[in-house]
Nanobody, 125 residues
Framework: QVQLVESGGGLVQAGGSLRLSCAASGRTFSTFSSYAMGWFRQAPGKEREFVAAVSRSGGTTIYADSVKGRFTISRDNAKNTVYLQMNSLKPEDTAVYYC???????????????WGQGTQVTVSS
């Protein structure tokens, strides 16, 4: 299996920034660059929602409307790492953020095969 480990979460004031990282490792059957990567989040009492995704090469990105223009997803295949730069954070961004891998670039959580453990992001007003 592929293992995904998120880091970089924390507490930040509204208007501030955070950068999340997700490091991938696992079986030699596949490589990091074989997967599209995505970020999802889940707030207390709410369902998991799509945030952003990036294609295998990093050349194509997609975003949820709620974060478009504020968040940027990127990847460094040489480091087996995907990033989520979050700027202009709002209290409604507060959630546990998860990274996940998919064989295709998609917004649908059910198409993601491997998931990380999540990292907490809290934005104070």
């Amino acid at each position: 299996q592929v293992q995904l480990v998120e880091s970089g979460g924390g507490l930040v004031q509204a208007g501030g920034s955070l950068r999340l990282s997700c490091a991938a490792s696992g079986r030699t059957f596949s490589t990091f660059s074989s997967y599209a990567m995505g970020w999802f989040r889940q707030a207390p009492g709410k369902e998991r929602e799509f945030v952003a995704a990036v294609s295998r090469s990093g050349g194509t990105t997609i975003y949820a409307d709620s974060v478009k223009g504020r968040f940027t997803i990127s990847r460094d295949n040489a480091k087996n790492t995907v990033y989520l730069q979050m700027n202009s954070l709002k209290p409604e961004d507060t959630a546990v953020y998860y990274c996940a891998s998919s064989r295709v670039l998609t917004m649908k959580g059910e198409q993601y095969v491997y998931w990380g453990q999540g990292t907490q992001v809290t934005v104070s007003s």
